[in-house]
T-cell receptor, first 112, second 113 residues
Framework: AQSVAQPEDQVNVAEGNPLTVKCTYS??????LFWYVQYPNRGLQFLLK??????LVKGSYGFEAEFNKSQTSFHLKKPSALVSDSALYFC??????????FGKGTKLSVIP | DAGVIQSPRHEVTEMGQEVTLRCKPI?????LFWYRQTMMRGLELLIY????????DSGMPEDRFSAKMPNASFSTLKIQPSEPRDSAVYFC???????????FGPGTRLTVL
């Protein structure tokens, strides 16, 4: 089955340090991959997506993600974490339709 | 522009009662999705519509759940009768033509006692 996996339930990082939230995919054909963020008591917000082209995708709020075909990964990164980045992050995939399949989510805590 | 609007934001009801959740998608969007989020099961797609027509309802848990989209600006998700295990946050999302990004509403937190 085509899917995405987020191997970490929680990631803790100190404010100002670089952060990485991991996502791996198991998809046949060209993967269409997304990152969403959910702040407490809010709906999910779109951060960025990879369809084709450059392997480094830049998105909202200073986030970027690197598509790595050989490692089947699409990790979310930010050079310097802010306390306000603390939230739940979801990796998602679509086979080319409009239906998204989400990973289980990773809780990011940025410690002051 | 207003985002996706959901009402009510919170609903507390007793087991056996009918519950209706409402969603107004962003104007011009042609896909509408209903999701359920729980700690145990994460984010689950329940049903989605394209141009007001249901496309895939395979995620609807059972016959107690039903969804309608009578026009492009309104959709409902109904649970009848409700059960405690239906307690969750229900999200509505919409997508503009030609794009994959989904725009989510703030959710309805449902508690069934």
């Amino acid at each position: 089955a085509q899917s995405v996996a987020q191997p970490e339930d929680q990631v803790n990082v100190a404010e100002g340090n670089p952060l990485t939230v991991k996502c791996t995919y198991s998809v046949s054909g060209n993967p269409y991959l997304f990152w969403y963020v959910q702040y407490p008591n809010r709906g999910l917000q779109f951060l960025l997506k990879y369809i084709t082209g450059d392997n480094l995708v830049k998105g909202s709020y200073g986030f970027e993600a690197e598509f790595n075909k050989s490692q089947t990964s699409f990790h979310l990164k930010k050079p310097s974490a802010l306390v306000s980045d603390s939230a739940l992050y979801f990796c998602a995939h679509t086979p080319g339709s409009y239906q998204l399949t989400f990973g289980k989510g990773t809780k990011l805590s940025v410690i002051p | 522009d207003a985002g996706v609007i959901q009402s009510p934001r919170h609903e507390v009801t007793e087991m056996g009662q009918e519950v209706t959740l409402r969603c107004k998608p962003i104007s011009g969007h042609d896909y509408l999705f209903w999701y359920r989020q729980t700690m145990m099961r994460g984010l689950e797609l329940l049903i989605y519509f394209n141009n007001n027509v249901p496309i895939d309802d395979s995620g609807m848990p059972e016959d107690r759940f039903s969804a309608k989209m009578p026009n492009a600006s309104f959709s409902t998700l109904k649970i009848q009768p409700s059960e405690p295990r239906d307690s969750a946050v229900y999200f509505c999302a919409s997508t503009p033509p030609g794009y994959n990004e989904q725009f989510f509403g703030p959710g309805t937190r449902l508690t069934v006692l």
